[in-house]
């Protein structure tokens, strides 16, 4: 470290959506003033908001260069310590350096992690590196240099580079892009679009936000490549309304490629004119789907329709169209820059590449993970994500969003791949990885999947919205506690009906969270219907908590966190709850660290 | 296609007329309005519909097909709880229930006050801090059920202390 004493330091805050939760656009206004009161701040250090790191769990996150130091959770107050002792005193705050949970160690640098170091970053390749605001940024980074080997190439050449890549399309189907492009390219009508679909909408996804808001120009950049090759003059980049950051960091890339003659016309004195619009989604799950998409920029209700055609062939305003999703826009560059041999030796036999995850629900390190296709389950949750909050055991996995299933333990060696998934019953969708553990109830999650997709079927096919809306009405009342005997034949039967009979991805996919769970849980259904009982403690006229006289300490960490203050007991004494007051809320048993809340059957029923 | 919007007032009217007279920015309109007023007011949908010249209830199907349109006011301080999965699963269905309880209106409800309007929302794409609630721009993360009815006196008392 002492030759890079004289260096400039960079101090980079990351400001994606988790930590500007978290406060870290304080922080970031704190070393900005801080640092600007120093004398000759400009030969000391200079300040920068990334985008986001994915490590949201332990944000506000700051970097610091070149040292390559990482503090987590900072704070306001930690600021000045910071400025004294690492950028001037060129120290570390070692309170401020995460700690190992194993090993309790203090680690410095956020590449000795297991979190980051399993990780192979191609999408994510400038997240938390760059200012998303600086074109110069993601220039310095080889940024728009695909876009100038492109120029060079014809359009043929393009098209088949990334068929070799074996790129698949990363919004959910899976579809190869290469083809998607080739067969645009062989339409006779010369009028052509392009389409970023931004409007991700699968809860517990956050990808695409992640990528929009702290790369925004690779995503640009993929387009004009595509643009380039298919001869487009106009494409759309279609982001949910509720992304604020990304449509600011957009809407400032769009014009920054403008001023330096990467979009607009003749784009760099060339025969070629290429403009991008943004266009704000209304909050519509299915405008995910790509014809609900179309019809959603022409200004029609977001409603599917039958493909007879495909986009390529016949798509915006009946022209040809490309429509790609963001992360498959953020892999262009990489494989026409640096060629598709070298992206094709990632990943499986069919699946290339690498795929972005969000880590999500019960597991230590939440956050963004991107991973070589093929990696299994088990190394993300377990080597990545550090495995089950508060000790407890591992039961499933969701992938895929609403459309996708629930994988159990038996399959954590499964490797990740879009085949490898359907076969699983389950399929990648636009990533999410729900971990889930034994306070999970999976009826409840499949009633959870069921009671979103009545409310974003759009009502044109009948199986989808009166299919959905009865199996619905089975599962809350299975999980109220009133299942029959025969609920999962009929459910079954319903399931089958409603995935035959369905125009779009959103009806034929589902049933899937059903399907699943009764394929991989039928147990757990079981006891719901014939017991009278919710294992998992979640369906609340199923449940009863009680306290195990013999595990209590008496340590009154339920008492203080009950928000129905029904939880008695001295300290040190065992406590006792009132099935009178109790909501059922499950904090006790969540805050507890001895295991001593039991999950009992209901009485009475 | 008129020039000139007749049934708005002027803020209103400048909104809508911000955007070109055609039908693929109706979407946008509405975001814009939404975003000044809180909900659609009906005259703005009339006024849309008068100034692009497509018949009303087009604007109207347009406005309660998508999610993020309110045809009524919201409360000063709108309450939107994650219920995506992750959120799910860490326990919103608790905090909403606990909101509900403590406020006396459901998802999609104002208080009589106008003070809070609640609404769950699908994801917020924030999943790693689940569970996540926003109020008005203010994102609060990891929101347990002993903090939330704290978080919602904080902004009871921010209101009174307005008055």
């Not at chain 2, 403590?102 to 801090?129: K, R």
Request: with cysteine.
């Amino acid at each position: 470290m002492r030759n890079k004493q004289n260096e400039v330091r960079q101090v980079m805050v990351c400001c994606g959506t988790g930590c500007q939760a978290s406060g870290s656009k304080q922080v970031l206004e704190a070393f900005i003033t801080q640092l600007q009161s120093l004398e000759g701040v400009e030969a000391v250090a200079s300040t920068k908001a990334t985008g986001c790191n994915g490590w949201c769990e332990q944000g506000p996150l700051v970097k610091i260069l070149p040292d390559d130091i990482t503090y987590c959770l900072v704070k306001v107050k930690d600021v000045p310590v910071i400025i004294e002792k690492t950028i001037l005193g060129h120290g570390i705050v070692e309170r401020l350096l995460y700690r190992d949970p194993i090993s309790k160690n203090r680690v410095q640098s956020h590449h000795q992690l297991d979190f980051y170091r399993k990780q192979k970053k191609v999408a994510l390749r400038n997240i938390g590196e760059i200012d998303p605001a600086s074109i110069a940024d993601y220039m310095a980074r080889d940024g728009y240099q695909a876009f100038k080997k492109a120029i060079t190439m014809s359009a043929q050449e393009i098209v088949d580079e990334i068929i070799n890549s074996g790129l698949r399309g990363r919004g959910g189907g899976g579809y190869p892009t290469g083809l998607k492009w080739k067969s645009c390219l062989q339409q006779e009508e010369k009028q052509r679009y392009i389409i970023c679909n931004g409007d991700e909408g699968d809860p517990g996804a956050f990808m695409d936000r992640s990528i929009m808001e702290g790369d925004p120009h690779t995503v640009i950049e993929g387009m004009l490549i595509c643009a380039m090759a298919l001869g487009a003059s106009k494409g759309y980049i279609y982001v949910r309304d509720e992304y604020d950051l990304a449509v600011k960091n957009l809407t400032r890339a769009i014009q920054d490629a403008r001023e330096h003659s990467l979009l607009g016309d003749k784009i760099m004195g060339r025969e070629f004119s290429f403009h991008i619009e943004l266009v704000r989604g209304g909050g519509a799950f299915v405008c995910g789907e790509e014809t609900a998409l179309l019809a959603s920029i022409e200004g029609n209700v977001g409603e599917p329709w039958d493909k007879y055609y495909f986009p390529s062939e016949k798509g915006l305003w009946g022209y040809p169209t490309v429509i790609n999703n963001v992360e498959t826009w953020a892999n262009i560059p990489v494989i026409i820059g640096q060629g598709a041999q070298d992206f094709a030796q990632i990943g499986t036999e069919n699946s290339k590449g690498t795929k972005v995850f969000s880590l999500v629900g019960k597991v230590i390190n939440t956050g963004l993970v991107e991973v070589p296709m093929g990696t299994t389950l088990r190394e993300i949750i377990f080597e990545i994500g550090g495995g089950i909050i508060n000790g407890r055991k591992f039961k499933a996995v969701q992938t895929g969003g609403p459309s996708g299933g629930c994988i159990p333990a038996e399959l954590l060696d499964l490797k990740l791949d879009f085949d490898s998934l359907h076969e699983a019953g389950s399929m990648m969708g636009s990533g999410g990885l729900i971990v889930m553990d034994e306070r999970t109830c999976m009826v409840e999650v499949a009633r959870y999947y069921l009671n979103f997709l009545a409310g974003e079927s759009c009502g044109k096919c009948v199986p989808c919205r009166e299919g959905i809306r009865h199996m619905l009405e089975i599962l809350t009342r299975i999980c109220e506690g009133r299942g029959r005997t025969g609920d999962l034949e009929l459910l079954e039967e319903l399931a089958e009906t409603v995935q035959e009979a369905s125009l779009c991805g959103l009806g034929k996919t589902a049933p899937n969270p059903v399907l699943s769970t009764i394929r991989y849980f039928r147990a757990e259904y079981l006891d719901h219907i014939e017991n009278r009982f919710c294992p998992a403690g979640i369906c609340r006229n199923l449940t009863r908590f009680s306290i195990d006289p013999e595990k209590c300490t008496g340590c009154g960490l339920c008492k203080k966190n009950c928000p129905a203050n029904c939880i008695s007991g001295e300290r040190k004494e065992v406590h006792t709850i009132d099935p009178q007051g109790c909501i059922k809320c499950g904090s006790c048993i969540d805050t507890c660290k001895f295991n001593a809340v039991l999950v009992q059957q209901e009485v009475g029923l | 296609m008129a020039d000139e919007v007749i049934h708005a007032d002027n803020e209103i009217r400048n909104i809508i007329q911000a955007y070109p007279p055609e039908k693929r920015f109706i979407l946008a309109v509405m975001q814009d309005v939404q975003k000044s007023c809180n909900y659609l007011p009906k005259e703005a949908l009339l006024g849309i519909a008068e100034y692009v010249g497509v018949p009303f209830s087009r604007v109207y199907s347009l406005a309660t097909f998508y999610k993020a349109f309110s045809l009524t006011p919201k409360g000063r301080y709108n309450i939107k709880v994650c219920d995506g999965t992750a959120c799910h699963i860490k326990g919103s269905p608790v905090l909403i229930d606990q909101i509900q309880n403590s406020l006396g209106i459901g998802p999609g409800e104002t208080t009589a006050d106008e003070i809070f309007s609640l609404e769950t929302v699908n994801c917020l794409g924030a999943c790693a801090i689940a569970p996540v609630m926003m109020v008005n721009d203010k994102v609060h993360p990891k929101v347990s059920s002993s903090a939330i009815l704290e978080i919602i006196k904080g902004y009871r008392k921010e209101a009174d202390h307005e008055e």
